[in-house]
């Protein structure tokens, strides 16, 4: 059995779980999310709580068991308390700035970088932070990163968008002869 997948997925107060066929809606005080999940994967709920089950041991059962799992709790703990990444803009005249639902960074190129936030994500910008929240983790993730590509963080110097978990890997620049 996988070790994830058999674990029972927790309903808090609040929130509501719609399993039609193969579509999971999960309704909370932040919001709805609904997904489509393999039709294999045998759902059911009992007593405030979610359990996954497989049909057979095939290894695309397996793999999905886990999966399917993970996506339900991905989305009831987005409902109910949400998730949210945090970048850091670090380098000499690199600026994050929001207006409205546009998101401007200004990285060192010719021209600032203008992003627009999509539905049901949310920016906000606290001095050289940037903070992405919503309550699908996966969009969240999505858009951190698509930040982040803007301007990679770079070795030498540190200078670019990096998470706040992250740690960058210095190197040592170039010697001088003598």
Request: proline share 5%.
């Amino acid at each position: 059995m996988s070790r994830i997948g058999r674990m029972p997925i927790a309903i808090p107060a609040g929130v509501t779980v719609d399993v039609a066929e193969n579509k999971v809606t999960v309704k909370g005080p932040k919001g709805t999310l609904s997904r489509v999940i393999a039709p294999e994967m045998e759902i059911k709920e009992e007593n405030g709580q979610i359990t996954v089950a497989r049909p057979n041991d095939l290894k695309r059962m397996k793999s999905l068991h886990g999966l399917t799992r993970t996506l339900i709790n991905n989305m009831v703990v987005g409902v109910t308390d949400g998730y949210t990444k945090k970048l850091e803009v670090n380098g000499v005249g690199y600026r994050a700035q929001k207006q409205g639902d546009k998101l401007t960074l200004n990285l060192g190129y010719s021209h600032p970088v203008e992003m627009t936030d999509p539905e049901g994500i949310t920016t906000a910008v606290d001095g050289n932070v940037i903070t992405v929240s919503g309550i699908d983790k996966e969009k969240v993730g999505q858009y951190a990163a698509e930040i982040r590509s803007k301007r990679l963080p770079e070795p030498y110097k540190g200078k670019g968008i990096k998470y706040d978990t992250e740690v960058i890997r210095r190197k040592v620049g170039k010697t001088g002869k003598k």
